[in-house]
RNA sequence: GGCGCGGUCGCCAAGUGGUAAGGCAAAGGUCUGCAAAACCUUUAUCGGCGGUUCGAUUCCGCCUCGCGCCUCCA
């Protein structure tokens, strides 16, 4: 067990983890806004947390994380009205989609779910407790944060205050402020827009304020973690720790880990490029779950990842090879003992792979170590040199890598499904293909070869993939 | 302009002051009735120029290219 080690935004640097209370991690995720389908570059960022919280888990931490659906804001507000429906039901479509994009990614559910909705009652409370220590101010009917009574503003994202000039920033909101740097903590609503009535006036609130309030609410003053896209550190996170911190007077969020964007073909991922993709689009196209969530797992969280197609087959392909190596320990039968030194060998690898994730989360290590395992595995088969005493281990092993990257159940056909893709042909069942299977064992055995082809041919075509062993013995796959 | 990240084999991507993990792809080979799978072999001197050093891809400086944030954004 390692040392585990992550990159904290405040401050800049690689320091050593643990939480603040014991065993438990407390941690807070801003999630999507549900106004339409979040998109690849969107989950970049959740498989990027869901690892992280994996891998805690794993150490043997329990976790406790908050992860909110942002469900008002001016884009919601906007389109809701548009369509002649209410906040709740305009989102709720987008919402469901994305839990079941989480479920197809085999993101894990976070202890709590929560909507801001739900919670502006508490937003209202923060926003009077920063009112009775002087840090707002109305305008308008709206109520702004006084940057210039918060000293640590800019320190997580290292702006310097002074830069942000006032009028050289386009806002929409065209409200008064003291200064531009200022932001809202209530809105006063627009003409026919939706407002809640509350002891601080008529409105809604602010983008920022919702996390804040609903982080403490959950997770208490200090929190262990906060996460996030690399976007979110400027203005919405520095914005929280200014609401926070000034409610509060204590330090708001220990350890601040923001996920680098993912960029597609080179460019920044938008919708003018024409290179914007939700899940179901590259569904849509034929490719996996698994291949998506290997090929956004396999980069470090904090390198920017070229998302290609050619990068989402070859993701597609070492996960093949990854399930055809745990098939093949699952499968074979080996001479019994144990090799000499191959269970010190898996230990080994094991502690590389613990090395790597406590490496600041580094993915692409810990995928090495696996694979540096399989193929020298793999090689001792071949010689016929491992034994069915290692099984176990090497399995093992999977597990615990599998806890993390959650690729091995080949239950992509089955995920696809479950969203309405494929169902019009969920291929032979598994009966039927061992049938197929044992009357080309039979041709085989006549040696009718071209009968054995041709069945395999037949099951081709229907998605199986015949493989015969040296032992006699056949497997199948679905492709 | 300010802040930040990055340029390592065809593609993706680790990493270290002492001549560079892993994955994918490609070529050849082993095995196989044929396939598939698996294995073996082969393929890099780390954007450029200087500096520090016995020695730098790894440290420093400059340059260059790409990307992000500074305004809603994962």
């Not at 918060?150 to 386009?170: C, E, K, M, T, W």
Request: with cysteine; glycine share 8%; hydrophobic share 40%.
């Amino acid at each position: 067990m390692h040392e585990i080690r992550f990159h904290n935004t405040l401050g800049g640097k690689i320091e050593a983890f643990a939480p603040q209370n014991g065993n438990e991690v407390r941690m807070y995720t801003c999630g999507p806004t549900v106004y339409d389908y979040a998109h690849i570059g969107n989950y970049r960022t959740f498989v990027f947390q869901d690892i992280l919280r994996r891998f805690l888990k794993l150490r043997g931490f329990k976790m406790k994380h908050v992860m909110n659906l942002t469900d008002v804001d001016d884009r919601i507000i906007a389109n809701s009205a548009a369509a002649g429906v209410s906040i709740r039901d305009y989102t709720e479509k987008y919402a469901q989609a994305f839990f079941d994009d989480c479920k197809t990614l085999s993101i894990e559910s976070p202890e709590h779910w929560i909507r801001a909705t739900d919670h502006i009652d508490d937003m209202v409370r923060l926003i009077e407790r920063l009112q009775e220590k002087t840090y707002t101010y109305p305008s308008e009917g709206s109520i702004y944060y006084r940057i210039a009574k918060f000293p640590h503003y800019g320190r997580l994202s290292n702006i310097d205050v002074a830069g942000i000039q006032a009028g050289a920033r386009v806002d929409v909101d065209r409200y008064e402020k003291e200064s531009a740097r200022d932001f809202a903590l209530w809105k006063a609503p627009k003409p026919g827009e939706h407002f809640w009535e509350t002891p601080i006036g008529k409105g809604r609130p602010g983008w920022h304020i919702e996390c804040s309030a609903m982080a403490m609410k959950y997770l208490g003053e200090t929190l262990d973690i906060h996460t996030g896209g690399i976007d979110l550190a400027f203005p919405h996170h520095e914005n929280e720790i200014a609401q926070s911190e000034g409610a509060t007077g204590k330090t708001f969020v220990r350890y601040w880990m923001h996920a680098e964007h993912l960029l597609v073909e080179g460019e920044k991922m938008s919708k003018s490029l024409g290179n914007f993709f939700t899940l179901r689009d590259l569904f849509a196209k034929g490719y996996k779950p698994s291949a998506l969530r290997f090929a956004l797992a396999s980069v470090p969280y904090r390198k920017q990842l070229n998302f290609t197609f050619d990068g989402l087959q070859q993701a597609a392909s070492s996960v093949e090879r990854l399930r055809n190596f745990a098939a093949r320990l699952a499968q074979r039968k080996f001479p019994a003992g144990k090799q000499k030194g191959m269970a010190a060998r898996i230990a080994e690898a094991a502690e590389e792979f613990d090395a790597g994730l406590s490496d600041d989360l580094n993915t692409a290590r810990a995928l090495a170590a696996a694979f540096d395992l399989l193929r020298e595995t793999n090689i001792a088969m071949d010689k016929g040199d491992f034994r069915q005493g290692d099984v176990a281990a090497a399995q093992e092993f999977l597990a615990n890598f599998d806890r993390i990257f959650a690729v091995m159940e080949d239950n992509d056909a089955e995920k696809l499904r479950a969203l309405g893709f494929g169902a019009a042909d969920s291929g032979p069942s598994d009966a039927e293909i061992d049938k197929l299977v044992a009357d080309r064992q039979a041709a085989r055995q006549r040696r009718d070869f071209a009968e054995s082809d041709r069945i395999r041919k037949e099951l081709a075509v229907r998605g199986i993939l015949i493989e015969d062993s040296k032992d006699g013995s056949v497997r199948w796959k679905r492709k």
